[in-house]
């Protein structure tokens, strides 16, 4: 594990902070500054408020990063997913899954085999 | 001497064969700096009028007005960028292809009326077919089938729209169709056609499944064109229709949405594509001067931009031979240049002061709020705050940081590097001075450094100045709380290796789901009507050829044999019997003879 001088310093946990806390700032300054402007007041009233952009770019950001990561549930697919149809419809279902499901088969038949050779043996022994 | 532009490009597209190495690029840069020459030397006014088509009227190959030269400004000053850019490249295929597309696009632009437009908008479809198969992979050949299917089937919406309007107004002009009066099965027709090429959901997936699979330089020229001669279009033929306030609005989220949830970053420039032109196609929506030239504006500085960004993202693929976010990261000091000049990119669709995006979208959020169009406005401004989310910061970030994947590489070859130059410096010149791209604008007047005065219909003069210390102030608020936003939910921003589903899955996979729905319901159906009436209705009516009329006698006779004093038992034998000789048929034959006057008196009576 490298300590944190050994990494790029873009990746160093130090740098990391210290572009936060740029930003921070930066958003900090950029609404300080509108106490600067004179002449307040937008079109529709609500864009006049003090504060208001910031609030609406992180509100309405928030929003869709929700929406977003809601709808991916929904709407995210393998990359292959339209190649693994095609496969399907075209053709049989892949080896894989005739090889997976024959041993399920093949070891469900061995479970039923153990289980009739273990009642047997039972009964075998409870005869003798 | 007049020339048109369009023909600068297709012609000098057919001897592209017979240059060979160097000479070769040096060529194809040559010609669209010729058709820019063309372009600038073009005078105002109708050129080219012929009629060969009977019945017709009229053609008018080249109307060279204001907002038929912006367009044609810009798509040739992109397509040098982008020849230069690709310099490294010597396919035929690609090099006629791109100019054949490009020729296209500028024909459309400059087209008079709706059958030369219809013309070079199939040219279009055709030579851009051909920039996405020329990269020769199966998922190319796919994207590229369905890509042409799409255009065709908008091209047929275009053709039969003109084929109605020339039917209602006897004219094939190409001018603004009235809002109000303007209204019928042709207008919508062609609109739908243009919005087709426009990406407007739900026939937007076209841009998303084929950009990504085009060439390097292929998918830096489809960016440019297409869609930006729909918006063209629009701007020509729909301003005020307000329909488009509407699909604008969902085209700016769409884009963002998607984009947001994407994997590979040319899929992520694709549906940015889409968000950008919602800007456009919302201001035409809107209808007044300042939007029609501020979407004017924002295709102008959009087209440059956005090949930046794409020509950023080429080169990394050129270089890396990935494009997913979950296989790239950690190439900045790689490629330093792609960095850069990609986020000078990412600034300026982002709209950040000091960039071009910031000069020219804020004319449309200008005009959309003149307007008190309240909804549409908010709408602009919370993608605004979206585009910094997934082009501003994703696309670079992602890309070049995030985590480092060990990939090192060479910086991207000088000539790409010269063709992001050049598109860089443009993004902050109009930027710093948008006095030059403002004097282009159609209704513009009184252009100074950073100002302009675009006056209405109406006679209303909107003074319009890029530089207010105001605008600058609430637009870094809403661009550094939106950065702000990304790194507080990053965890949930995290790549996974997966696509998303768009509209295309009706062609794709719907399309085989409605074969195999239709399939068991048919077949289910066919079973069904096999059962009843071959199985049970026939049979059904077998047995009752057979037993009805020994029924009906037993019928018939039973009330005698009562009569006669029959207990139940012998009836029930009496029928018995009964049954077995008509089955047998063997009827004494003065019983057989009642039957029959029986039922030849039933004949003659109901007869």
Redesign the interface.
Known sequence: MPTDKET?W??RESTKKLL?RL??G??AI??L??L??L??G???GV?GWF????????V???L??????G??LW?????N??EQ?KTN?NNPPPKKNIAKKAAKKSTKKKIAKKATRKVTKKREGGSR | MTVHPALVLILGALLVPLFKGRAKSIYVILLPLLALLAVYALPLGNFFNVSWLAGFGEMTLLRSDKLAKAFGFIFTINATAAFIYAFYLRDNTQHVSALMYIGGALGAVFAGDLITLYIFWEIMAIASTMLILARRSKRSYGAAFRYILVHIIGGLFLLAGIVITFNYSGSIDFKAFDPETGRHAGTWLILLGFLVNAAAPPFSAWLSDAYPEGTITGSVILSAYTTKTAVYTLIRGFPGWEILMVVGCVMA?YG??YA??E?DMRRILAYSIINQVGFMVCAVGVGTAICLDGAVAHAFCHIIYKSLLWMSAGAVLYRVGMS?CTELGGL??SMPWSLWLGTIGALAISAVPLTSGFTSKTMILYGA??E?L?IP?LIL??AS??VF?HAGIKFPYFVF?AK?RGHRVQEAPKSMIGGMLILAFFCIFIGLFPGPLYSILPHAQNVTAFALDVVDVDGHVHHFTAWK??KV?????????????????IK??KR???????TDWLY??GG?LFYRGADRFLNTANEKTHRFFIVKFIGWIGRFTKSAPSRILVMVMTPFWRARGLEENDLLEKQQAFYEDARLGAFPIGRAAIFAVILLGLLYILG
């Open positions: 790029d873009i990746y936060m930003l921070l930066g958003c950029s609404v500054l509108e600067t402007v002449k307040r937008g079109k529709f864009d504060g208001f952009y910031a609030l609406l770019g992180f309405s950001c928030t869709m990063i929700f929406a977003a990561k709808l991916g709407l995210k697919v393998s990359t997913f339209y149809n419809d | 989220l963002i949405i947001l949830l994997n997913k900045y000091k709020a003149d008190k309240f406005w401004e919370i705050a979206g989310l940081f480092d210390f105001a102030v609430t637009q870094m608020q809403l661009l550094l709380l939106s950065a702000l936003t990304f790194f507080v939910w949930w921003l996974t290796d997966t696509i998303v589903l768009d794709r996979r085989r």
